[in-house]
């Protein structure tokens, strides 16, 4: 990013270029993939499937694109059919400014300043995504101990420490035991900041000369995902 900036180019075609990148390695990465499990012998079907009305559970009806039904018998079928991010009620979400984890991909302009609520892997990997692209980042999360939050997803305590450190050193802000309490997204006017009332987990003041608001273009929730 900092190349392209220094080529002279403009904030949105800057923007394009990552967007187009991102584009290019993911269906790189796919086709990769599916020619890994066509090595491995294993038969790949693209479609949408459900089981029989009847209620069966050794068939599988796959729908492809073309309205072509593919059946498939199996003695054992197992259901493995991803997650979606878990969204906490009072959270304005709009696909626009304000985001979880899987509508963040369809941003369509880069920001100057990205507020990330969250403590886990994805919290963390979009925090740094957004440093390197030149934002600035502002992570709030609840507890008071960010390496505490990340042992209790099961990281060990050392990695957990280098973890926070590398993010502090990115200048990455952590806005630690602290949680948003209100939102003030302007509907009238894109360009103006996110204003975010931050409160003391659990409710209540803040610490004195701990921060109380926090602006910011855009507003990710990466809290956590449920099974679909």
Same mark, same amino acid.
């Given at each position: ?32 993939? #599916? ?9 790949? #079907? ?183």
């Amino acid at each position: 990013v900092s190349s392209l900036k220094g080529m002279g180019l403009r904030d949105d075609s800057v923007w394009n270029e990552v967007v187009t990148s991102c584009l290019e390695l993911a269906s790189s990465n796919a086709r990769d993939t #599916v020619r890994q499990l066509e090595y491995a012998g294993i038969t790949y #079907v693209q479609g949408n499937a459900a089981f029989a009305d009847s209620g069966g559970s050794s068939s599988l009806f796959v729908t492809a694109e073309d309205n072509s039904i593919t059946t498939i018998q199996a003695s054992k079928i197992l259901l493995a059919t991803g997650s979606t991010p878990f969204r906490p009620g009072g959270i304005p979400f709009d696909g626009k400014r304000v985001f979880d984890s899987d509508s963040i991909n369809t941003l369509s302009y880069l920001p100057k300043s990205v507020a990330i609520v969250g403590s886990g892997i994805i919290a963390i990997e979009f925090a740094k995504i957004f440093k390197n692209l030149g934002a600035d980042v502002t992570l709030i999360i609840r507890d008071d101990i960010p390496r505490n939050a990340l042992m209790k997803i099961g990281l060990d305590k050392d990695i957990a420490a280098t973890l926070v450190a590398d993010l502090v050193r990115s200048g990455i802000n952590i806005e630690r035991g602290a949680q948003v309490k209100k939102f003030h997204v302007p509907r009238d006017n894109p360009k103006a900041p996110i204003v975010l009332d931050i409160e003391a987990k659990g409710g209540g003041a803040r610490p004195s000369g701990a921060a109380t608001t926090v602006k910011c273009d855009i507003y990710l929730a990466a809290v956590g995902r449920k099974p679909n």
